[in-house]
T-cell receptor, first 116, second 111 residues
């Protein structure tokens, strides 16, 4: 069974640009959640999607958005990039329970975004 | 918001030693995850538990719901266990703060 696939693995962008990251979940998993990891703040929850609808959202500004497609693949977008957005972005797939993290999480290898 | 504290932050031990990593939280939870992150970033889910104890190979996770505390134990530690271990708690109905992570424990096992 294929694991969670995130693309691209590395990305370098300039302040003010926008970026789109992609996540393909494990087959059969319909919930996809996104996380930001930085040395200062650690891991933080961004948002969760199930059945093409955002079900939960973390405490991040509106510049961070996402969507989910009918095949459960998900994308997240960050607009007007800031230096502080440099981070490892991880997605995880799981079965849906209504609560974020309510079932075992299967993580991708992440996308490392550097904003210059 | 659930406050999650992990200890120790850093731990260096010799191969073969028994390792304990602790996680405490401030608000009642429905479940707790233990995660392992190797250099390079990928995260592996080790355990998800809501009560009692779970064991997988040399790893044991326990949780005491009344005391709001969980421990991760590694028996007969090996250099390949070197990684960052992160606990995460699930607060039911927590919305934006429904899944909260500890800062992680950086473990180094020396041969």
């Amino acid at each position: 069974k294929a694991g969670v696939t995130q693309t691209p693995r590395y990305l370098i962008k300039t302040r003010g640009q926008q970026v789109t990251l992609s996540c393909s979940p494990i087959s059969g998993h319909r919930s996809v959640s996104w996380y930001q990891q930085t040395p200062g703040q650690g891991l933080q929850f961004l948002f969760e999607y199930f059945s093409e609808t955002q079900r939960n959202k973390g405490n991040f500004p509106g510049r961070f958005s996402g969507r989910q497609f009918s095949n459960s693949r998900s994308e997240m977008n960050v607009s007007t990039l800031e230096l502080g957005d440099s981070a490892l972005y991880l997605c995880a797939s799981s079965t849906w329970t209504g609560d974020v993290g309510g079932s075992p999480l299967h993580f991708g290898n992440g996308t490392r975004l550097t904003v210059t | 918001k659930n406050e999650v504290e992990q200890s120790p932050q850093n731990l260096t031990a010799q191969e073969g030693e028994f390792i304990t990593i602790n996680c405490s939280y401030s608000v009642g939870i429905s479940a707790l995850h233990w995660l392992q992150q190797h250099p390079g970033g990928g995260i592996v889910s080790l355990f998800m538990l809501s009560s009692g104890k779970k064991k997988h190979g040399r790893l044991i996770a326990t949780i005491n719901i009344q005391e709001k505390h969980s421990s991760l134990h590694i028996t007969a530690s090996h250099p390949r266990d070197s990684a960052v271990y992160i606990c995460a708690v699930v607060t039911p109905g927590g919305g934006a703060d429904g899944l909260t992570f500890g800062k992680g424990t950086h473990l180094i096992i020396q041969p």
